[in-house]
């Protein structure tokens, strides 16, 4: 089992910035993909952004250019930096991952328990 704590999230206003960090129990480098997965209500819950234990990346096209996913090795940590928010940047975020030998995007194996952002003026 890889156990996943999200911190971070907060109440913004539109145009503002938050980081977002999950804290993983083992090493990146042991996950093959961890990211950020985001659910609005009424809404299935999407990929955000997400990295695999090889560096390559994963973005939604509603988040480029504003969302950046980082990796912390040291501190088995991924970080999600969040400029420029909008309203529909409104939702619980959640880090998942995958250990499977395959790139899995959209089907993590493990969950965090979530963090709210509520992005309003």
């Known amino acids: 089992q890889v156990q996943l704590v999200e911190s971070g999230g907060g109440l913004v206003q539109p145009g503002g910035s938050l980081r977002l960090s999950c804290a993983a129990s083992?090493?990146?480098?042991?996950?093959?993909?961890i990211g950020w997965y985001r659910q609005a209500p009424g809404k299935e819950r999407e990929l955000v952004a997400a990295v695999t234990n090889d560096g390559t990346t994963n973005y939604a096209d509603s988040v480029k250019g504003r969302f950046t996913i980082s990796r912390d090795i040291a501190k088995n940590t991924v970080h999600l930096q969040m400029n420029s928010l909008k309203l529909e940047d409104t939702a619980v975020y959640y880090c998942g991952a995958s250990q499977s030998v395959d790139v899995r995007w959209y089907r993590p194996d493990y969950w965090g328990q979530g963090t709210q952002v509520t992005v309003s003026s």
């Open positions: 083992t090493s990146i480098f042991a996950i093959r993909v």
